[in-house]
């Protein structure tokens, strides 16, 4: 699925309450990533947001200040957005789990017999993957 983020318009950059509901995605310059969350409230004497970013799951909500940050909008549908993020789920899953059984792989490694001169690492490895 193409990114159905865009960039605020000059216009979107100044709401306040207008944002509140909207799903955004906020660029993390440490990380070098854009996070997705939710805008959930707007303090208009801080001129900050608070969101909840769909990483952290458990309801907490962090202040973020959008004049000075580099953000998307959602621009797709409710149900764009509800594929989007299951399919990134499921892309982090399969990565987490690739990187799992490979730890396992190189854990459990055979030692190679005598004299067999060579290792046989990558295709244990790849047996282990092709069995999982």
């Known amino acids: 699925m193409t990114d159905l983020y865009r960039f605020p318009t000059a ?8 944002l509140v509901g909207k ?10 990533v854009y996070y997705p ?4 409230e707007f303090d208009s004497s801080s001129g900050k ?8 799951s ?3 909500k962090y202040s973020e ?4 940050s580099t953000w998307k909008i959602w621009a797709g549908t409710d149900e764009e957005y509800t594929m989007d993020r299951e399919i990134k789920r499921e ?7 690739t990187e799992a059984v490979e730890k396992i792989a190189r854990d459990n490694q055979p030692a190679a017999p ?4 060579g290792s046989s690492r990558m295709s244990y490895t790849a047996m282990v993957i092709e069995a999982v």
């Open 58 to 60: 458990d309801g907490e």
């Open 23 to 32: 799903k955004i995605t906020i660029y993390w310059d440490g990380d070098n």
């Open 11 to 18: 216009e979107e950059k100044q709401f306040g309450q207008e």
């Open 49 to 56: 947001f608070n969101v909840e970013y769909e990483e952290n």
């Open 37 to 40: 969350c939710t805008v959930k």
């Open 65 to 68: 200040d959008l004049k000075s």
């Open 114 to 117: 005598a004299g067999s001169g």
């Open 91 to 97: 892309a982090l899953g399969r990565a987490a789990k």
